[in-house]
């Protein structure tokens, strides 16, 4: 079923701030991790420099032989950082985003479709509109006014 464009709209905004939300907290974890263990920023900042290094060499078409050198020193120190992680009982996992989707990592699409998470938040918003607009409190039998209707319906609705 598809719902207004508006629904759509403030879905994709709310599944946009649960991502900026996780990226946040992310980032949080990490310069926490920085501030008490600057060895694994040390880390991170090599494995930063060597991916620098991979792509100007790749531009340069240096030569295999240097990109695998490179790629080789980047898991050395990578296995490194883990080692620290686990010597400091950091989980790697939570130094990442840890986003509400699954599907999508809460950008709303998923090979240019709209995700379900978007569907689904979608039809949150056209539900408590239609609730909004006609509460069930006021929509039932006993309310209900026969005399609105014409008289040839009226004598098939008795």
Same mark, same amino acid.
């Given at each position: 079923?598809?719902?207004?464009?508006?629904?759509?709209?403030?879905?994709? *905004? @709310?599944? *946009?701030?649960?991502? =900026?939300? *996780?990226?946040?907290?992310?980032? $949080? $974890?990490?310069?926490?991790?920085?501030? #008490?263990?600057?060895?694994?920023?040390? !880390?991170?900042?090599?494995?930063? #420099? !060597?991916?620098?290094?991979?792509v100007k060499s790749a531009?340069?078409? %240096?030569?295999?032989?240097?990109?695998?050198?490179?790629?080789?020193?980047?898991?050395?120190?990578?296995?490194?950082?883990?080692?620290?992680? %686990?010597?400091?009982?950091?989980? #790697?996992? %939570?130094?990442?985003?840890?986003?509400?989707?699954?599907?999508?990592?809460?950008?709303?699409?998923? $090979?240019?479709? =709209?995700?379900?998470?978007?569907?689904?938040?979608?039809?949150?918003?056209?539900?408590? @509109? !239609?609730?909004?607009?006609?509460? !069930?409190?006021?929509?039932?039998?006993?309310?209900?006014?026969?005399?609105?209707?014409?008289?040839?319906?009226r004598s098939n609705m008795q």
């Amino acid at each position: 079923m598809g719902y207004k464009k508006e629904y759509y709209i403030k879905a994709l *905004a @709310d599944v *946009a701030k649960l991502r =900026l939300t *996780a990226d946040e907290i992310a980032k $949080n $974890n990490l310069l926490s991790v920085y501030l #008490a263990h600057p060895d694994i920023k040390e !880390l991170d900042d090599k494995m930063n #420099a !060597l991916g620098l290094l991979a792509v100007k060499s790749a531009v340069k078409l %240096s030569g295999a032989d240097e990109i695998i050198n490179l790629k080789s020193e980047y898991e050395k120190i990578d296995r490194d950082k883990q080692e620290l992680l %686990s010597k400091y009982n950091i989980s #790697a996992s %939570s130094l990442k985003p840890n986003y509400c989707c699954k599907n999508c990592n809460d950008t709303g699409y998923v $090979n240019g479709e =709209l995700c379900e998470c978007v569907k689904k938040i979608a039809k949150e918003y056209y539900y408590n @509109d !239609l609730c909004e607009k006609m509460p !069930l409190e006021r929509s039932s039998f006993g309310s209900f006014d026969i005399s609105l209707y014409p008289d040839d319906a009226r004598s098939n609705m008795q």
